[in-house]
């Protein structure tokens, strides 16, 4: 076995539970230096033993434990916790018999032949067993990793949301691309609007972008202005027809290769 499958100088004691006349056949077939054969000793209990001999993986033969596998995964988790790598070895049981126990991603799982001939393949068996539980610790890390980061960033959008709406003008994150506003500081003017809401509905009350109603357009300001800041003075009618003068002052929010994505735009009356 190469040294890419396994870490430099990262030795796995590795224990059978097999049954003692095959010994020898076991202890013959794993001879990579990476492993160190470990077996159990008649009448001893797989965990006590696995624990004690600081194994860091199991190779069991599952036909003589009759129908005491389900007792023993349980026993695993109650003791440890966690899974270690398992190969499970069998020649009595389906694969659907393993499956109604434990997942195929918590261990593998190889039928035996009467020959012996699968012994030939036992290192690659337990390498790739160790690959396996390797990959899926990993992933497994990178899920709590996301979650918690995933938790973080709920908290500081929350805190974001209570930041924005403490503004006393209006506050809008619109996407240059189809208008749409992704936040605002005033949930209320969604009222009456389905999703997707844009900026042009929410701010005018109009159902076209305000170049197609004679408005100047803060976006197309923006883009004319080589994505600088600007403010344009705009006549806003509110729900009664009254009009209101304001400042709409849009801020640039650029992306890769300083393409415009997203304006950030504040409504402020004029006094």
Known sequence: ??????????????????????HVRYRDALKDSKFQSVFLPD????????????????????????????????????????????????????RDDIASVIKFDEADVFTKDPNFNFL????????????????????ERQDFELQRKNETL????????????AFDDPFFVINTEDYTVSMTNRPELKNGFTEPLYCYQMIHGLNLPCRSSGLECTI???????NSEVSIDHELKDKSGAETRCVLRAL?????????????EFVKKKT
Do not use: W
């Open 1 to 22: 076995m190469s040294g890419e499958n396994m870490q430099k100088n990262d030795i796995y004691r590795v224990l059978f539970a097999v049954p003692e006349s095959e």
């Open 154 to 165: 709920t908290e500081e959008n929350a805190l974001l949301f209570i930041a924005i709406s």
């Open 120 to 139: 030939a393949i036992l290192p690659h068996l337990i390498d790739k067993a160790v690959r396996r539980s390797r990959f899926q610790s990993q992933l």
């Open 220 to 226: 197309d300001s923006i883009r004319a202005s080589g």
């Open 252 to 264: 640039p929010v650029l992306g890769e290769n300083n393409r415009l994505v997203r304006i950030v």
């Open 43 to 94: 009448d001893s209990d797989v965990i006590s033993h696995f624990l004690s001999s600081e194994c860091r993986m199991l190779v069991i033969d599952i036909d003589p434990l009759e129908n005491r596998l389900i007792e023993l995964i349980m026993a695993f988790l109650d003791r440890i916790e966690v899974l270690p790598p398992i190969l499970f070895l069998t020649s009595e049981y389906s």
